[in-house]
């Protein structure tokens, strides 16, 4: 089965700084597909960026960026120029080709002005 | 864009009666997802349609919950005999059913579960 690992509960970051979030992952497939959801207090969550194993290019959005590392089987999540509304908790999350998302247990970031 | 719609909201319920929750999905979508969420921790996976057929059930998913999408539409989850430990966030996602892509799942806003 595959896991999941966000070892840091909590962050804190000033704004406009960077941050880096850590995420690690096991898995015996070549092929699927790694996400990084947001998830404000009391609200939707919502996908910041995706990436597939297959491609040795890391994805951006804007802010939003990710160092895969396919051989080591880390996932990070940068986020540049941080925002107050960036503040939320975030989930790394696995999804082998067809099927279910498998999610860390999250962190939460705080932004502070 | 009409996104993933959970109703109700919360509910509140005394141990032992049971529950049902609705989620209506994007309406192209033919994927729909239910987790589960305890507070802190990240979602847990349930159970999954592919139009009205369920494809996979976790073994979270004990005798006492049920999952239907009749018409391969909305779905609705109930609990029987509500526990303690149903305490949770349930929460709906769906997306479009192309193999081999990287579409992602969105999510409703759930509903949140407290018994009493």
Known sequence: ???VTQSQPEMSVQEAETVTLSCTYDTSESD???FWYKQPPSRQMILVIRQEAYK???ATENRFSVNFQKAAKSFSLKISDSQLGDA????????SAVG????????TLSVRP | ???VSQNPRHKITKRGQNVTFRCDPI????????????LGQGPEFLTYFQN???LEKSRLLSDRFSAERPKGSFSTLEIQRTEQGDSAMYLCASSPAYDRENQPQHFGDGTRLSIL
């Open chain 1, 32 to 34: 699927y597909y790694l």
């Open chain 1, 100 to 107: 279910k998302l498998t999610f860390g247990k999250g962190i």
């Open chain 2, 52 to 54: 009205e057929a369920q």
């Open chain 2, 1 to 3: 864009d009409t996104g």
């Open chain 1, 1 to 3: 089965a595959q896991t």
């Open chain 1, 56 to 58: 040795q290019q890391n």
């Open chain 2, 27 to 38: 309406s192209e979508h033919n994927r729909l997802y239910w987790y589960r969420q305890t």
């Open chain 1, 88 to 95: 939320a908790m975030y989930f790394c999350a696995y999804r």
